[in-house]
């Protein structure tokens, strides 16, 4: 393979990763709605999508490893190829985290919700949001955009006590309340870690850009 | 035409050519070992010449010969050697150096009677050595001096570079690199020097009459004068004494030369040891 | 941890007749460490590695200015004895260059010119040299035969026990693989890796990969010029200056 030819590959290999990065915010999407809208059959297919989302994973790995032995790539090269490795693994455990809260919804279809779901759709609001901005930043080299995750982090997480609050008080005023109100917060929980997915994404492509390793989760 | 016949063509000419060669050189030693080979006898090669060479042998001749190239061998080796080396190994390039080659090869396109003439009127009367090995030896020595200081260049210049760098950067003295591992592989470079002045110095026949005489006898010191078996020839020839024991003396001349000839080259190949047998058939390059 | 000094080379410039082949290049060469020499062709790497040993005074018409100093001497001062330094500091070419001897006469050919006699003494030498160089089991039935008649490898090999023997400090090696196998490329680099506990080591190569597998320090050239010196890891993995980058991913000559 020529040199330019190994560049055609990396832009390819860019091109697949922001295609798993959109199937991947697809099915969080999908999950949140189909819990909110109690809706059996979307939920159903998001947990059948991960399969694809799997496939799309060993695919970029495969081809990330051939290119690491055959062009022994240097520098920014070898660190482009490194990311690409830690990234869609990132991307697949978000895709778990939609299938786990698609399993929810279809446990919880059919029952009458303790209280309106609003927290846990805007949870699910701003972590699709990080994964847009992170994989935006990750085709731009946006350090900037990166290191906002920092914050948006922080939010989500600020968020995702206060629906912890408010469903412990639930269960504690009525003990008929915990079934669901633990489900639900396991939702939240999954949501929040799919934002903490997406901050690594973002720590993942400052080291890509700049050689150096920063925790943007602190 | 086309390449095909033109091939054929040349092949053919070329090869004539190769065979008319070979053939007149046959032809002459034929014909001289032919004329001369039936009279000669171990009585012949031992025995010392009577009446003038019409009767008995050539031995004091063989030995006047043999004197006469050692002397040229013994005074022209270390001179070439020594010149050869200087110009190959030691001089830098410019003028100096082209001056001195040019001086060497001018040197070898003068004719061996002026060789002759020099050595006469310098070695025989001015240093008052007379007819004598050393006054002919040293001629001949000036008259073999160009062609071995040529050979013994290029076969330094054929040593390859990679030894030489190898040699310095291992410490050691441009000296201790030429002696140690240049000469040694110029050797067969240098033998075939010494045969073709060897084949030199055994036929000149005006200029070793010239410097050191005529008289038949075996030399008892280098102020002897002395008859070699060229010469010899010459006189038996063109003095009407014998054709006969003319073409004996040069069957000899003959076999001798190819025996000087086959012993260089032998001694030449065998002294260097790490010589591959045949330089194409290299090992593959594996661990 | 202090890394001690090799070489310390300041303003070296080398020219050839009126081409310059090296620019004012300064660095440190540290001891009991390869530092590897990288960069396009015709970029000075092989021309600054002979300024080491002096092996540029062979060319006509070289001219160096700046210094060169070797434990603190400058190696072009007037006092130099060049034979006392190319034994300290010596040299592997690029094909292997044995001479035409019998294996044993190589690798004793320093050591005796330098005056080393006796059999024993020379016999022991000989074994230790290729010993470390790692040659010693596949010649030692063999030490008399032809030095010629060994595979490349081997004799790359040879040319480094031959090199040993003379007890150097600094060993420079001017790409000492680029005619060998894979096979016999890997053994030379797992010996290079061996001999840099005891000496020290300046490589050129063409092969960025084998810089970063043998290297502990890598020196980027480029128009007789040094743009970058840096640990081998850093280098490679995040080069300071984009001309360094630009060439070890290719991205030019």
Redesign the interface.
């Known amino acids: 393979m020529s040199r330019s030819a190994f560049h055609v590959e990396l832009q390819e290999l860019q091109n697949a990763i922001l295609k798993m990065g959109a199937l991947v915010e697809n099915a969080i999407a999908g999950a949140v709605q189909a819990l909110v809208k109690q809706d059996n059959r979307a939920a159903q297919a998001v947990i059948n999508g991960d399969d694809g989302i799997d496939q799309m994973q060993l695919e970029i790995e495969g081809r990330s490893l051939r290119l690491l032995a055959l062009q022994q790539p240097l520098a920014k090269d070898l660190r482009f190829i490194g990311t690409a490795l830690k990234i869609v693994t990132d991307l697949e455990r978000i895709g778990d985290h939609a299938v786990d809260i698609a399993r929810i919804a279809l446990r919880l279809a059919g029952e009458a919700y303790i209280k309106p779901l609003i927290d846990i759709p805007r949870m699910a609001e701003l972590a699709r949001g990080m994964l847009r901005d992170s994989l935006t930043a990750y085709v731009h080299e946006d350090l900037e955009l990166a290191q906002g995750l920092a914050d948006a982090d922080h939010t989500v997480d600020s968020l995702y006590h206060q629906v912890f609050r408010e469903l412990l008080v639930f269960m504690m005023e009525d003990p008929r309340t915990i079934r669901q109100a633990t489900h639900l917060l396991f939702v939240a929980q999954h949501l929040e870690r799919v934002a903490d997915h997406a901050t690594n994404l973002g720590e993942w492509l400052i080291y890509m850009v700049t050689g150096q390793r920063k925790d943007l989760n602190a | 035409m086309n390449s095909r016949r033109q091939e054929s063509l040349a092949r053919v000419a070329l090869g004539s050519a190769a065979c008319l060669t070979v053939a007149v050189m046959l032809a002459i030693t034929g014909q001289v070992l032919a004329s001369g080979l039936s009279h000669v006898s171990p009585a012949f090669l031992l025995e010392a010449p009577r009446s003038m060479g019409r009767e008995g042998g050539i031995l004091p001749t063989i030995i006047s010969t043999a004197y006469l190239t050692t002397v040229a061998l013994a005074v022209a080796s270390p001179l070439s050697i020594g010149a050869a080396v200087y110009l190959a190994e030691y001089a ?2 410019g003028r100096l150096v082209q001056g001195i080659r040019f001086a060497t090869e001018s040197l070898a396109g003068v004719p061996s009677i002026i060789f002759g003439l020099f050595g006469f009127s310098v070695f025989v009367l001015k240093l008052g050595m007379g007819w004598s090995v050393l006054s002919g030896g040293l001629t001949l020595a000036l008259m073999i001096l160009p062609t071995m200081v040529r050979a013994t260049e290029e076969a330094l210049q054929s040593v ?1 570079a ?2 030489r ?9 441009r000296w ?1 690199t030429v002696t ?2 240049v000469l ?2 110029a050797l067969p470079g240098i033998a075939t020097g010494v045969i073709l002045s060897v084949g030199r110095a055994v036929g000149e026949t005006a200029a070793v009459l010239l410097t050191a005489g005529s008289a038949l006898g075996v030399p008892q010191s280098l102020g002897d004068p002395a008859r070699s078996m060229a010469v010899h020839l010459y006189i038996l020839a063109s003095e009407g004494i014998s054709m006969d024991r003319a073409y004996a003396t040069g069957s000899v001349l003959v076999i001798l030369v190819v025996l000087v000839n086959a012993a260089t080259n032998y001694l030449g190949r065998r002294r ?5 047998k045949h330089a194409w058939s290299r ?5 | 941890m202090v890394q001690t000094i090799k070489f310390s080379i300041d303003g070296l410039s080398v020219a050839y007749h009126d081409f310059w082949a090296l620019s004012e290049v300064s660095l440190e060469i540290p001891a009991h460490r390869v530092t590897a020499l990288i960069g396009p062709s015709g970029c000075g790497k092989s021309t600054f590695l002979k300024t080491l040993n002096r092996m540029n005074d062979l060319v006509d018409g070289a001219k160096v200015k700046g210094a060169v100093l070797l434990d603190g001497q400058d190696i072009y001062g007037r006092e130099v004895d060049v034979a006392r330094l190319r034994k300290r500091v010596g040299m592997v070419f690029q094909r292997p260059n044995p001479f035409p001897m019998s294996v044993y006469d190589n690798v004793a050919y320093g050591p005796r010119v330098h005056g080393t006699r006796g059999r024993a003494t020379l016999d022991a030498l000989v074994e230790r040299s290729l010993r470390s160089a790692a040659l010693w089991d596949e010649v030692k039935d063999r030490l008399g035969r032809p030095a010629l008649d060994l595979s490349g490898g081997q004799q790359q090999r040879l040319v480094i026990a031959r090199l040993l023997a003379v007890e150097p400090e600094v060993l420079l090696m001017d790409e000492p693989a680029s005619s060998l196998d894979p096979i016999s490329t890997a053994k030379l680099e797992e010996l290079i890796h061996r001999l840099k506990q005891q000496y020290t080591v300046v490589i050129v190569t063409h092969n960025l990969q084998q810089a970063a597998r043998i290297s502990d320090y890598t020196a980027f050239f480029l128009g007789g010029r040094l743009i970058e010196l840096d640990g081998t890891a850093k280098l490679f993995t995040t080069p300071v200056d984009k001309r360094t980058e630009d060439y070890i991913t290719g991205r030019f000559g």
């Open positions: 830098r390039r390859p990679r030894y760098e190898g040699s310095l950067a291992l410490g050691a003295s201790q140690r591992v040694p592989s260097v040891p790490g010589r591959r090992p593959s390059s594996s661990a």
